[in-house]
Structure formats: structure tokens, C-alpha cells
């Protein structure tokens, strides 16, 4: 009777790395949403362990968090230019199109705000300097940030939320900019 062994895996075949470990994990997260994600169902994508996982990647949360710095990643990377209602635009866009792309993990992060990183801080202050400068009024200029931020949130969870096609439609990309560029034709 052969018997599994806890930790590494002992296969010299086997590589574990932490990217494939994510990219596992993504998909699934992707596929079957929080409550799919586990170890154990990780664990056997990969034929090992769940400790031979938790060897490479940590915990569960340090496994969201790592999903988080992947996704959002490039959001900031847009194409420079001086116009702030262009510069809110591409940058609300941006997220808008990680969240569509993996909106599993944009629901992790909108649930639990220890998961916000770096680049997504980045992000909101990119927005609310570009909306100070637009509107000229810093207490103006950060409520309005606040107000497009969350527009943006609402569409993009409710637009990639979308199973099947509705009455309307199904709600694209296209359809967020068609109301950001509303939103911003009126400052």
C-alpha cells in the first residue's frame, strides 16, 4: 500500500513553480469563483500535495493577494498624454477591462480591502490628481474621483456578473465608455 507523503513533492519530474501554482489558481478562481478555490482542488490539477502547494505559494490569502498583483498588474500602463479627462478615461477603462477579464478576483478585492496593492493605490491617486486638475477644487476634484470611481466598480461587477444575454443586451467595454464619456462630457 503506497501512501501520499505531506510537503514536496518527491517526483524529480514534477517541477512546481509559483507562476504555474497562480495560473492554476487563476483559472480556477475564474471558472468556479471563490468557493472553488482550494487546496485540495489545486492541488490535484497539479497530482501532488495541498502542502506541497502551500509550500510554494502560502496561504490561501497570500495566493489571492499574488492573484491581485497579477490582474492588475499593467492597469496603470496607458498612453501618455496631458488631458486629464483622457488620462480618467484610460485609467478607469483599464481597470474596468481586468475586472471584466477576472471578475472573481475584483469581487475578492471589493470584499476585503487588504488585498488593495500598490498599483491599484496608484491607481485611485492617478485619478484623483487628473480629477483635482480637471474640475479645480481639490475637495471637489476627490469627491468626483469618488463618484467615477464608483461608477466604474458598479459597472464593471454588474457587466462581467452577466451569464446570459438580458433584455438589453449584454452589457460590453463599450457600453462603460459610452457612460464614462457621458460622465465626462458634463465637467
Known sequence: MTSKSLGRPTNDKLILSKDDILKGALKILDEQGETGLSFRKLASVFGVTAMALKHHVGSRQDIIKSLVEIV?????????????????????????????????????????????????????????????????????????ADVIVDYTHGFALAAASQNEKTDIGVLTIHDFYKGIDWILGRI
Open 72 to 144: 492588475y498588474k499593467n492597469v496603470n500602463n496607458i498612453p501618455k498624454t496631458k488631458d486629464s479627462k483622457d488620462v480618467i478615461r484610460k485609467l478607469l477603462g483599464s481597470y474596468c477591462e481586468c475586472v471584466f477579464k477576472h471578475p472573481n478576483v475584483s469581487r475578492l478585492l471589493l470584499g476585503d480591502h487588504s488585498l488593495i496593492n500598490q498599483e491599484l493605490i496608484s491607481l485611485t491617486n492617478s485619478i484623483r490628481e487628473h480629477a483635482i486638475l480637471l474640475v479645480n477644487d481639490e475637495t471637489e476634484g476627490i469627491l468626483f
